[in-house]
Structures are given as structure tokens and as C-alpha cells.
């Protein structure tokens, strides 16, 4: 079974530009959660979709937005970029996103805004 | 807000020396507990999970985690290292959160094992 699939895996943008990030699930997981990871800290949790619809959202500003389609695949789109959006943007599926249900995780999209 | 507490940052062992990461949670609801493993140039992945029953839980590669309800702690050990636990750890909680649940994650701790 293939993997959490994430692109591009790296980007370069400049402040104020806008960048989508991609997101392909393991077959048949229904959930797909969104996460920035950064040295200082770690991994913060940006939302959670499933079924096309978002049911949790973390501490980020309206800039981070997302979507789901029907095929459970997800975008992440960020506007306005700032210096520190820079960072690595993780996607993890789980089978039915339940409270136990373990995630899987993408390699990532590393994002440098210059 | 639930948040989770990973004292040590970095740690630095030598081969056959024995591990424990400390995590400690803040939640009195319902929890779920990961321990997830990022290795130098690889995706995250589960090393083990709690949801209920015998709180001393297994994982894979030899690593143990116990959960203990009233110090809010789920600690991750090893008894003895290898060169190749060399990585990342996160600890991680699932906390209900109206009909769903938030993750959250600890800051990681990074292992470095000598030789």
C-alpha cells in the first residue's frame, strides 16, 4: 500500500505570494490532518478533515485554510505569506480518524519564504 | 487547552545504555497516547499507542511506554540502546474535543546514541 504522498516536497515563495500545498492519503483513509513542523515548536496542528468537512481547527490565523475532496485527498492553501510561515508542513491520514486512531504521516513540503 | 511536556530536548547516549523520555500531559478527560519516531530522513511513524487496559504498553524496536493516570505521564523506555534509535521522539495526545478529538504534540526530544 502506497504511503502518505505530499507535494512538492520543497518551496520557495516570496512574502505577500500565496503557495497550495497537496496532499494524497493512504487508500481508503478518510481523515487527513495538517500540521507545521518547526525547530522551536515542534509540531502544531493546523485542522482536521474528514468527509470533506473540517471538523477541528488549531491556533492559526484565517491565512491557513484547507479543503478535502471527495477522493480524501486535501489541499492547504496559505495567503499573504509572512517570513514566518517558513517551516515543514506535514500530512497525516488515519483509516476513520477516530480519538485512537494512530496517523501516518507524509514526508512533508519544506516551505522557505523569502 | 490541552499541552503536552517533553523535558528533555536533547539527549545523548552511548550503545547498551538505558533510555527514558519523560512526557507529562495536561487533560482530565479522556486521552489517547502516541509515541511517534522520526528517523534522520524519514517520515514520522508510530513506535507505540495507549487507549485503555494494562498501562505498561510495547512497542516496536524494544521500546516500552508506561502511562501513569495520576502524575499525567506517559514516559517512553528502553532498556538497552542501539546506534540506530538515533533520532526524534515526539510524544502525542488525542484529546476529545466535541464529538471529534485535537492532537497534540510535544516539542521532541532528540536522541543521539554514540557507538
Known amino acids: 500500500k502506497a504511503g502518505v504522498t505530499q507535494t512538492p516536497r520543497y518551496l520557495i515563495k516570496t512574502r505577500g505570494q500565496q503557495v497550495t500545498l497537496s496532499c494524497s492519503p493512504i487508500s481508503g483513509h478518510r481523515s487527513v490532518s495538517w500540521y507545521q513542523q518547526t525547530p522551536g515548536q515542534g509540531l502544531q496542528f493546523l485542522f482536521e478533515?474528514?468527509?470533506?468537512?473540517?471538523?477541528n481547527k488549531g491556533n492559526f490565523p484565517g491565512r491557513f485554510s484547507g479543503r478535502q475532496f471527495s477522493n480524501s485527498r486535501s489541499e492547504m492553501n496559505v495567503s499573504t505569506l509572512e517570513l514566518g510561515d517558513s517551516a515543514l508542513y506535514l500530512c497525516?491520514?488515519?483509516?476513520?480518524?477516530?480519538?485512537?486512531?494512530?496517523?501516518?504521516f507524509g514526508n512533508g513540503t519544506r516551505l522557505t519564504v523569502t | 487547552a490541552q499541552s503536552v511536556s517533553q523535558h528533555n530536548h536533547h539527549v545523548i547516549l552511548s550503545e547498551a545504555a538505558s533510555l527514558e523520555l519523560g512526557c507529562n500531559y495536561s487533560y482530565g478527560g479522556t486521552v489517547n497516547l502516541f509515541w511517534y519516531v522520526q528517523y534522520p530522513g524519514q517520515h514520522l511513524q508510530l513506535l507505540l499507542k495507549?487507549?485503555?487496559?494494562?498501562?505498561l504498553v510495547k512497542g516496536i524496536k524494544g521500546f516500552e511506554a508506561e502511562f501513569i493516570k495520576s502524575k499525567f505521564s506517559f514516559n517512553l523506555r528502553k532498556p538497552s540502546v542501539q546506534w540506530s534509535d538515533t533520532a526524534e521522539y515526539f510524544c502525542a495526545v488525542n484529546a476529545a474535543s466535541g464529538g471529534s478529538y485535537i492532537p497534540t504534540f510535544g516539542r521532541g526530544t532528540s536522541l543521539i546514541v554514540h557507538p
Open positions: 478533515y474528514f468527509s470533506e468537512t473540517q471538523r
Open positions: 497525516a491520514s488515519s483509516l476513520a480518524g477516530r480519538q485512537n486512531s494512530p496517523l501516518h
Open positions: 495507549y487507549f485503555s487496559g494494562d498501562p
